[in-house]
């Protein structure tokens, strides 16, 4: 299996970009994707998470602002992403993984990253 993110980009303070990431094939084990990000110098963070139920999960420095969707287990997973932040620059990843009972667990299927740059 393959994930595939894009959408990143150059954008200014308040700024909007919507990520998307599919999926080449089916992980039977998986019941949840996340999108994760990695600023220069910094560990990788998780950003949001939404489960196959439709249970989704944010980094309190994105609530309010980030909106993961997707329309069913096989479609993309989206991040829409609202009022950037400089400090939203990052790579973003997507993964995925297993959602046990609200927490995620991220397995080792990862994107290549898309790069996100918020700078006037």
């Known amino acids: 299996v393959q994930l595939q993110a894009s959408g990143g980009g150059l954008v200014q303070p308040g700024g909007s970009l919507r990520l998307s990431c599919a999926a080449s094939?089916?992980?039977?084990?998986?019941?949840?994707m996340a999108w994760y990000r990695q600023a220069p110098g910094r560990q990788r963070e998780a950003v949001a998470g939404?489960?196959?139920?439709?249970?989704?999960n944010y980094a309190d420095s994105v609530k309010g602002r980030f909106t993961i969707s997707r329309d069913n287990a096989r479609s993309p997973v989206y991040l829409q992403m609202s009022s950037l932040k400089p400090e939203d620059t990052a790579v973003y990843y997507c993964?995925?993984?297993?959602?046990?009972?609200?927490?995620?667990?991220?397995?080792?299927?990862w994107g290549k990253g898309t790069q996100v740059t918020v700078s006037s």
């Open positions: 993964n995925a993984g297993r959602f046990i009972s609200v927490t995620y667990y991220p397995m080792d299927y």
């Open positions: 094939g089916s992980i039977s084990s998986s019941n949840g």
């Open positions: 939404i489960s196959s139920g439709g249970y989704t």
